[in-house]
Structure formats: structure tokens, C-alpha cells
């Protein structure tokens, strides 16, 4: 019995000093150092600030440099290595460092006007058709809800409203069921047979839907790579106004706008960019995706923003920190403009994700013109130190001077312009 609380007595005190150790040495410094760390080329970071430590790469392409705030790391050329971190002769610590190709986009701001096509006819919502054997809608009927994409009628394509007419009208007067292949939000694809039917006093056979086939509205250029020419803009999913579901791209094309006046935003009621978007002519590059993280496509031409027009490096989710930032967007004409914001949360993210970081708006003369941020503003580039790690999303409704954004490597991921697979699972 008494050697058993002896044992005891031993192990609570090697855990105590353990602890203590830990916490209160500069080996508690080291060790709490990440295990993983990525940085771009050129990019330094400080890993500790404990005196009396010492590391070493065996890597060209990892630099070590011991400065007054403490130990940093470099990153000196693409790769992987590894660095040993000790404490005198106690190695404590190995770190795993991954170096990328240092990413440079330029950042836009500018107020762009956007205009997509769906893949297929858009069902947004139903409507009676009285007829000598009572009122009713047929698509409804027939199963058909709002959001559903009309993509076959008798086996041949739809793509516009256009195509839609001819089908009904020959299946009405020949009185036989139209087949329609209906796409869901899911993805999921079914056969319905609709019967057109025609209204009291109407010659036209009707489907009894509300369709349509294209969406415009405006929102922020966020970036473009001045090599490929591909950009992201708006940093959230355009959704039809009716419906709320996503909109499936066919094609589109971005054209700029011009901002004309602001709705200022108030607790409860979020505000709104006014603009006048320029005509098909002026287009500026195409639409090819349409995804949760924005609208991508390609430029047809490189755009300025005459606020800063040279390309910058890019910040990882785990290399963003609290503090000040700012944001560029266009809040009168077409003229970009600085304002300054606050990083209050940030969120580390493994694998893609929405709402990544919380901003709040601290220049006094961007909250006098706007609240805020308002409709129309997301998309706008987020910038900190000197690197684009974002753009602007989401407004909280009942505090305008707060919203979310989203991190910048799932808008360059999903335009294309890819970061290692390995860097995005060590992100967190």
C-alpha cells in the first residue's frame, strides 16, 4: 500500500512539473508552435519568441533567422521540408513547412453589372388557367415546382423561353401530352407529361407556369490574375429572386456599372447600391461558373480600378489575422475607393467554406454614405498588410455595419487558379 502512494505521489508531481514546464518556460513557448506550417515564397513568419532557442531546416529552401521578437522561418523556394525546433541541446519540436508559389492577383472593387443565362427554363412559380373544365395549372398538376429547369420538351433541348412555345402550342391543338424532362435543385432529373390547356377566351394553349430563362442584377469585381485573365467577383451564389434556389449557368457575361445612388443601410433593414449597368457592347468577360463562393469567368480584357492596379500577394485562412484592414468598392460613379474596416473573427478552414471571416466598418466616411455594407457591395476585395485575403459576402441584418466574408482561396480554387490540395487540408 505505501508503495502504491509513493507511485502516486511521483506521477502527480512529474505532472505537475510537466505542466508547469510547459507553461511557464520558454519550452512551453516552443511547443505550443504549430505543427504544420505554410507560407508563400519570400513570406517570413515568427514561430517563437522564447530566448535561448535555436532550430534548423536541412533545407535549401527553408531559411531560419533569430530576431528580436524570436525565432522566424522563410520561405526560400517551393517545396517541402521540415524544421527541428530545441531548447539548448533538447530538440522539443519538428515542424512540418510547406512552401508555395507565391500568389499574386490584382485586386479589383470595381461595380460590375452581371447577366447569366440558366441551363434550361427556370419554373418560378404556377398560375391558374381557367378552362371549360375548371381551373387548374398544368405543370402543377403534372408535378412541376418552382425552381425545377425545364431541359427536354419531346426529347429536343430547351434553353430560352423562346424554344418553349412551339411545343405547347402543337401539343395543345393536337391534343397529346407534352413530355418534359425536369431537373430539380439536387440534381436529380425526372419525365413528366403535361397536357397543355387553353383559357376561356384565349386561342394560346398554356402550361399554367411562371418561367424564365436569364437573371441580371450588380455586384464587385473581387479579383482577376493578370497571366490567365481569369476573375471572381460578388464572393456568394446568384440565386433567382423568386425561387431563392441557386441558378444553374449556362453562360453570362459581366459589363461594368455605374453607381447612381445609395439606400442607406439601418438596423433591420439592409442598404443598396443604385446603378446603371452599361449596354451588351461594353462586356467585359463571360460568366462560366456559379457557385456558393461567387460568379467566375474569364476577362476579355484586363480592367483597373485606378486605386491599385498591380497585382498582390494572397493570404491563406490561417494567416489572417484580427485587426485593421480595408476593403476597395465603389460607393458613387464608378470610382474605387479605400475604406477602412475591422477583422473581428476568422476562421481557419481545412476544406471550402462560406463566411469565414466577420468585418465590421469603422470608416466614418464609408458608414456616413452607406450604413455600412449594403446590396451590391459583395464581392468587394478584403485587404490586410499589403495581401488580399477576401471579399465581402453577407450584411447582418440588424447591425449593417457588420457582415460576413469568405476567404480568398476558395474564390481563386473555383476560377481556377489552384492552391496545392495538400495546403488547403493543412489550412486549419
Known amino acids: 500500500m505505501k508503495t502504491d502512494a ?27 508552435t504549430p505543427f504544420q506550417l505554410t507560407l508563400f515564397e519570400g513570406q517570413e513568419q515568427a514561430v517563437s519568441s522564447a530566448a535561448g532557442i535555436r532550430a534548423d531546416s536541412g ?33 522539443l519540436k519538428k515542424v512540418d513547412v510547406q512552401v508555395l ?60 423561353l423562346a424554344d418553349i412555345s412551339p411545343y405547347v402550342q402543337e401539343s395543345g391543338r393536337k391534343g397529346t401530352p407534352l413530355s418534359v424532362l425536369v431537373q430539380r435543385h439536387d440534381g436529380k432529373t425526372f419525365e413528366a407529361k403535361i397536357t397543355p390547356a387553353k383559357a376561356k377566351g384565349d386561342e394560346k394553349y398554356k402550361l399554367g407556369l411562371y418561367i424564365r430563362d436569364s437573371a441580371a442584377g450588380i455586384g464587385t469585381m473581387t479579383f482577376y490574375d493578370p497571366k490567365t485573365k481569369k476573375y471572381g467577383a ?27 445612388s445609395i439606400q442607406k443601410g439601418t438596423n433591420g433593414s439592409p442598404g443598396e447600391k443604385m446603378a446603371r449597368i452599361l449596354a451588351d457592347k461594353e462586356r467585359i468577360g463571360n460568366i462560366f461558373a456559379n457557385s456558393q463562393f461567387g460568379i467566375f469567368g474569364t476577362l476579355d480584357k484586363p480592367v483597373e480600378n485606378g486605386m491599385l492596379d498591380q497585382a498582390i ?13 480595408e476593403i476597395l468598392t465603389v460607393v458613387e460613379n464608378n470610382k474605387v475607393e479605400r475604406f477602412q474596416v475591422k477583422i473581428i473573427s476568422t476562421v481557419p478552414q481545412k476544406f471550402p467554406a ?61 476560377a481556377g487558379i489552384k492552391i496545392p490540395k495538400k495546403e488547403l487540408e493543412k489550412a486549419g
Open 354 to 414: 462560406t463566411k469565414g471571416l466577420v468585418i465590421k466598418v469603422t470608416d466614418p466616411r464609408l458608414l456616413e454614405k452607406t450604413g455600412g455594407i449594403v446590396q451590391g457591395m459583395s464581392g468587394s476585395p478584403i485587404i490586410q498588410n499589403g495581401r488580399l485575403i477576401g471579399a465581402v459576402t453577407h450584411v447582418f441584418v440588424n447591425d449593417p455595419t457588420t457582415g460576413y466574408g469568405v476567404h480568398i482561396e476558395w474564390m481563386l480554387n473555383e
Open 101 to 160: 508559389e507565391n500568389i499574386r492577383v490584382v485586386p479589383g472593387g470595381q461595380s460590375i453589372g452581371v447577366k447569366i443565362h440558366s441551363k434550361g427554363v427556370l419554373v418560378v412559380g404556377h398560375h391558374l388557367v381557367e378552362t371549360d373544365e375548371g381551373t387548374f395549372s398544368p405543370g402543377e398538376k403534372a408535378g412541376i415546382r418552382a425552381g425545377d429547369l425545364i431541359v427536354k420538351m419531346n426529347g429536343k433541348t430547351v434553353e430560352e
Open 313 to 325: 500577394p494572397i493570404a491563406l485562412s490561417h494567416q489572417v489575422k484580427k485587426g485593421p484592414a
Open 59 to 91: 533545407s535549401d529552401r527553408i531559411g531560419i533567422a533569430y530576431k528580436e521578437e524570436g525565432l522566424a522561418i522563410t520561405g526560400k523556394r517551393t517545396g517541402n521540408g521540415e524544421v527541428t525546433v530545441h531548447y539548448g541541446p533538447i530538440p
Open 6 to 32: 509513493i507511485r502516486k505521489t511521483v506521477g502527480f508531481l512529474l505532472l505537475v512539473s510537466f505542466v508547469f514546464f510547459g507553461f511557464f518556460t520558454p519550452a512551453g513557448n516552443i511547443l505550443q
Open 234 to 260: 460578388l464572393g456568394h451564389v446568384i440565386s433567382d429572386m423568386d425561387t431563392r434556389l441557386p441558378i444553374a449557368v449556362k453562360d453570362g457575361y459581366i459589363v461594368p456599372s455605374t453607381v447612381t
